[in-house]
């Protein structure tokens, strides 16, 4: 990668990353800047075209969580900087590959760069999905009692993980893979998944 590229990208766009809910700080995008690169390596891309896009992958949250995979895309496709090293259509992918990422799009990406970022997005450990689960309702839903965090947590995790779940992957990936599959076995556990879940909510609030 070219080294005034990263270090525009490590002190303008991953540091944004600081602003943003505890399932979505800098430790997050460095995940997905690292998956994306391992899951390229089996694909003919460009490298500093998939290190961008792991970059700016959430920065719409900085707009707001529900259109970010828009604004996301807009931003990037905007910023002036990146122009100095791509080309119009270079980030016309990149801008669609950020649109596509939304675990809940019911239609496949339309690059394959659009696929890695999703797949790297998706980073499917059981136990990292409840605790970013429990971050974001601490965020996003201040105002719940425990009980009603829990049930939350409980419900998205079956609406978007389970047999059912919206999210789909589209890559196969033997790691995510095997994570959903550790996921549908919890869930047929409700036991043991909402004492998961109660142990990272009570860690949460004893540290806020």
């Known amino acids: 990668m ?3 590229l ?13 602003e943003f809910d505890m399932a979505h700080q800098e430790n997050h995008v460095r995940k997905v800047i690292e998956q994306s690169l391992e899951i390229a390596q089996d694909y003919d891309v460009n490298l500093d075209m998939v290190y961008v896009i792991a970059c700016y992958h959430d920065i719409g949250m900085k707009f707001g969580r529900s ?19 791509f080309n119009e259509g270079d980030r016309k992918i990149m801008r669609e590959a950020i649109e596509d990422h939304r675990a809940s799009k019911e239609e496949p990406p339309r690059t394959i760069y659009g696929k890695i ?9 059981p136990d990292i999905i409840i605790l970013r689960t429990v971050q974001f309702g601490f965020k996003h839903y201040p105002n719940l009692s425990e009980e009603e965090h829990l049930q939350r947590s409980v419900n998205h995790i079956k609406e978007k993980y389970g047999p059912d779940g919206y999210l789909k ?10 994570g959903l599959n550790k996921l549908h076995a919890l869930i047929l556990e409700p036991d043991k998944l ?15």
């Open 194 to 208: 909402l004492s998961i879940i109660k142990a990272h909510y009570q860690n949460i609030k004893i540290n806020l």
């Open 67 to 85: 259109d970010h995979h828009l604004t996301g895309g807009l931003f990037l496709y905007e910023d002036d900087e990146l122009k100095h090293w």
């Open 2 to 4: 070219k080294a005034e």
């Open 117 to 125: 970022i999703a797949e790297a997005d998706r980073d499917i450990n």
């Open 6 to 18: 990263k270090i525009y990208l490590d002190q303008n766009i991953i540091s944004m990353y600081q």
């Open 169 to 178: 992957l589209w890559l196969k990936t033997k790691k995510n893979q095997d």
